[in-house]
């Protein structure tokens, strides 16, 4: 069955007007009447509906059962992501991070970050990404997206993980062992982070970690070490 996230109270009779949704139903996956398709809203349920009623405007649908969702993770995973050069890294590392769960996205400024413009638009296809990805991959929970300039360290709690090719006082992938209750990761930019930003993270309580002496891009950092934290998480 075809899953939809869907930011509403999701009632036993639904009369859906979203264009999108009904193209989706209608000319996508050409749907008939009394088929069934699955909605969710982050509550932790997934929500079985029959389709009742196709008209030109609208979709109607009427709630068959519900099922509990226990698909995601306990331990949450925040990622911190150095603005990267291309909007379309910013795209692959929502989907992917998406897919290896992730409760939080935080993009925020280097001093090799690439000045990239953010707009309204941006931040609502960003968003879709997001939506999408978590429909298709299962989990609940609807992760959040913000950009910011700095860092602010007085806000984040629990393990805080730096990603770095530093191999002096760093510890490896491998050597994470503890699985608490939230992970913080901060994920390098094209360049990788300034010695003045590792010291700064240094001063923060910040655990630098390295990929085994291996460099990887940007865009492909975070899934590895996201896959591995969901593995122990």
């Known amino acids: 069955m075809q899953r939809f996230y869907h930011n509403t109270d999701l009632k036993n009779v639904l009369f859906i007007e979203d ?10 996956l050409r749907s008939k009447i009394w088929d069934n398709i699955i909605l969710f809203n982050s509550t932790w349920f997934d929500y079985i509906y029959s389709i009742s009623e196709i008209i030109k405007k609208w979709i109607t649908l009427k709630l068959d059962r519900k099922i509990e969702n226990n698909s995601d993770l306990k331990t949450s995973i925040n990622l911190y992501q150095a603005l990267p050069n291309k909007y379309e890294k910013i795209e692959y590392i929502l989907q992917k991070w998406v897919e290896v769960w992730i409760s939080n996205f935080t993009f925020f400024n280097t001093e090799r970050s690439q000045k990239l413009v953010i707009n309204d638009k941006k931040i609502e296809r960003f968003n879709f990404i997001v939506k999408e990805a978590l429909e298709q991959c299962w989990w609940d929970k609807l992760p959040q997206i913000s950009f910011v300039d700095k860092i602010d360290f007085s806000e984040i709690n629990w393990q805080k993980l730096v990603c770095h090719t530093k191999i002096s006082g760093s510890i490896n992938l491998s ?31 910040c655990s630098i970690i390295n990929f085994w002496e291996r460099i990887l891009r940007t865009e492909t950092t975070s899934s590895v070490l996201g896959f591995y934290l969901w593995q122990i998480g």
């Open 175 to 205: 050597e994470i062992k503890n699985t608490p209750n939230e992970f913080n990761i901060f994920v390098w930019p094209e360049g990788w982070f300034s010695d003045k930003e590792i010291e700064n993270f240094t001063k923060n309580n």
């Open 19 to 28: 264009k999108d949704f009904f193209h989706q139903i209608s000319h996508v």
